[in-house]
């Protein structure tokens, strides 16, 4: 197999933590190239601009865009238009429409844009799908709680318009739900906690509700300094399903828990090269929709200020 030539574009926390590994593992891709305002990777062609590297090298076929969601549709767009193919990071955009309108233009192209949700591909998710595909569900809850100042050290863009606050983890939580339900589930309520000096929510309380009268609720936090919790739990009249460890753990009925190795950045290259294959489309902009639809309904608070 010949290896497509990828470049990244923003080199943060999550390109060098999960995308160059895994790039750096696969048979299909080889990181030919990134964009990158503080230089990038030792050993490998930088560029400062996406303009810049898009000018320079039309032979580098793809492009992950791991950049923060605010400046990820003017990236998409202009790669896209340059006739490369797309991998973009969660969120896919900082809004609804800008998904939809970088969908159209992939297809207008007749290129790949793959809106990537990665706890999709945690190892519990696909198989808790299966199982509940059949069942008679009762209740969903889901508790995301975890410290901000943790896993997000200095991350000003978070707290901005667009950035999402506690939604960022929290929009992990709602690609799982969305993946792993039979049937589509919809907002009614929600709480949004905004702390007085910032711009973006830290914490969240969501009723939604799907299938005539069943409760999804969800609770996201991140002001949690105690363990960090990442869980689903389904009831069903055939016994309660849970998702731990954000999708990477599967409790089903009384049997005990699996777990498996983290392998969710290896599969997402994986379905990017299938979708490279024949170029197709892969974007489902659902959990977003869910954020957009928070947002609008969503009751504010104001609390106390957060300082990092
Ligand atoms: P980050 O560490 O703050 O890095 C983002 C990188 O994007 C920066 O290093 C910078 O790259 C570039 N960039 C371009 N415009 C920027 C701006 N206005 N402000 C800050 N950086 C800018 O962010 P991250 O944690 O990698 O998150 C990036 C995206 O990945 C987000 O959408 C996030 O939701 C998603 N994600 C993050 C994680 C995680 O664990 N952190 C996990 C899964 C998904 P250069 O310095 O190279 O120019």
Not at 114 to 125: E, K, L
Not at 153 to 175: C, H, K, T
Request: glycine content about 8%.
């Amino acid at each position: 197999m010949t290896a497509t030539d990828i470049a990244i574009v923003g080199v943060g926390k999550i390109a060098r933590d999960q995308h160059i590994p895994s790039i750096g593992r696969s048979e299909a891709f080889n990181l030919a190239a990134t964009v990158s305002s503080h230089g990038g990777v030792t050993g490998v062609e930088n560029h400062a601009t996406l303009e810049g590297l898009l000018d320079a090298r039309p032979d580098i076929p793809a492009v992950a865009l791991c950049m923060p969601p605010q400046n990820r549709f003017a990236a998409a767009k202009a790669a896209l238009s340059a006739g490369r193919h797309v991998l973009l990071e969660k969120p896919p955009g900082a809004t609804v429409a800008e998904v939809h309108a970088l969908k159209v233009l992939a297809e207008r192209r007749g290129i790949t844009l793959f809106a990537t949700w990665h706890s999709r591909f945690a190892a519990g998710v696909e198989p808790a799908r299966q199982w509940l595909a059949d069942k008679t569900l009762r209740r969903v809850r889901v508790t995301w709680k975890e410290d901000v100042r943790r896993w997000h050290p200095g991350q000003e863009w978070i707290w901005q318009p667009g950035g999402l606050g506690v939604f960022d983890p929290g929009i992990n939580a709602l690609s799982i739900v969305t993946a792993i339900l039979p049937f589509p589930v919809h907002m009614t309520t929600a709480e949004l906690k905004f702390p007085q000096n910032r711009e973006a929510p830290i914490a969240a309380a969501l009723a939604m509700t799907g299938n005539g009268n069943v409760a999804v609720e969800a609770e996201f936090d991140w002001r949690h300094t105690g363990a960090q919790t990442w869980t689903i739990e389904v009831d069903t009249t055939e016994g309660r399903l849970v998702l731990a460890d954000g999708g990477a753990t599967l409790a089903v009925a009384d049997e005990p828990p699996s777990k498996a190795p983290d392998r969710e950045y290896d599969a997402i290259y994986g379905r990017f090269a299938e979708l490279l294959t024949d170029r197709q489309i892969d974007v489902d902009p659902t959990p977003l929709v869910h954020v957009a639809d928070a947002f609008m309904l969503g009751k504010r608070i104001i609390v106390e200020p957060f300082f990092d």
